[in-house]
């Protein structure tokens, strides 16, 4: 699924088409419309239960392992639809990674086996030497490396929280995803972690697609490039994100983004 060559920094990675995800026959997500691109961070705002989470979990078939769960529409990844039949959904998350809102590192695992932990179906899987190899270089784009180079041994939960997220990005980045989904990474870290976080963002978009859902605008305004607006489980508009932050086209946006309600 993925492409050949390098594509210019822009170019829809995902395209959502008419994307509606249901729990059982309640649809929590309707209709979504929207172009992810290229080395770019889509951040995706909205107050609580509007649907964002969902909409993130549906763009790597993370929604449909809820029983009950499915989805209408299409989701293309480089043209594909992944929910295409044949496609594998273990292949996709390959390409598609997620981090989520509370660190979760394997606890019974050491540093280095979480960061390998994808790797594990890979074919042909890895060798020792090689692994090692990827885990230094996912830590290093998570920026963790010079931390636990000497730790690596340590269980995953000897970090601090920070930390953990990060860990938890550098086993997303060990599988050279295409795609990063962070669903509210910075919502359980202290200011000085959440601002790591931030950083690495920035930093991972010159490599990747970025979606990272957020109840921080502030956050939404600093480190993304476009913004979506979701409201009762539809997309009210998406717009490059200072667009979006100075002059929004919807009454309901504007509301929710000068603090009417929310």
């Given at each position: 699924m993925a492409t050949n060559g390098t594509p210019d920094a822009g170019w829809p990675r995902i395209r959502v088409d008419d994307l509606t995800a249901f729990f059982g026959t309640t649809s929590a997500v309707r209709g979504a419309t929207i172009d992810i691109r290229d080395r770019e961070v889509t951040a995706v705002i909205g107050p609580s239960g509007c649907g964002k989470s969902t909409f993130l979990r549906c763009l790597n078939r993370l929604h449909e392992t809820v029983p009950t769960a499915r989805v209408d529409g299409r989701v293309l990844l480089d043209g594909r639809n992944i929910y295409a039949d044949g496609v594998n959904p273990i292949a996709v998350r390959k390409l598609i990674g997620m981090v989520f809102q509370r660190p979760t590192p394997f606890p019974t695992m050491s540093i280095r086996d979480n960061v390998a932990a994808g790797l594990r179906v890979h074919s042909p899987k890895p060798?020792?030497?090689?692994?090692?190899?990827?885990?230094?270089?996912?830590?290093?784009?998570?920026?963790?490396?010079?931390?636990?180079?000497?730790?690596?041994?340590?269980?995953?939960?000897?970090?601090?929280?920070?930390?953990?997220?990060?860990?938890?990005?550098?086993?997303?980045?060990?599988?050279?995803?295409?795609?990063?989904?962070?669903?509210?990474?910075?919502?359980?870290?202290?200011?000085?972690?959440?601002?790591?976080?931030?950083?690495?963002?920035?930093?991972?978009?010159?490599?990747?697609?970025?979606?990272?859902?957020?109840?921080?605008?502030?956050?939404?305004?600093?480190?993304?490039?476009?913004?979506?607006?979701?409201?009762?489980?539809?997309?009210?508009?998406?717009?490059?994100?200072?667009?979006?932050?100075?002059?929004?086209?919807?009454?309901?946006?504007?509301?929710?983004?000068?603090?009417?309600?929310?």
């Open positions: 060798s020792r030497g090689e692994t090692d190899v990827i885990v230094e270089r996912a830590l290093t784009r998570a920026a963790l490396w010079d931390e636990v180079k000497d730790r690596l041994r340590e269980p995953a939960t000897s970090l601090s929280g920070g930390q953990q997220q990060r860990l938890c990005i550098a086993r997303a980045l060990a599988t050279d995803p295409e795609v990063l989904l962070l669903d509210e990474p910075t919502a359980s870290l202290d200011p000085i972690s959440s601002q790591k976080v931030e950083e690495l963002v920035y930093e991972l978009k010159r490599d990747m697609s970025v979606v990272i859902v957020t109840h921080n605008m502030q956050q939404a305004a600093r480190v993304s490039d476009v913004t979506a607006f979701f409201l009762m489980g539809e997309m009210v508009e998406s717009a490059p994100t200072k667009a979006m932050f100075t002059t929004p086209k919807d009454p309901k946006t504007e509301a929710y983004i000068t603090g009417r309600f929310g």
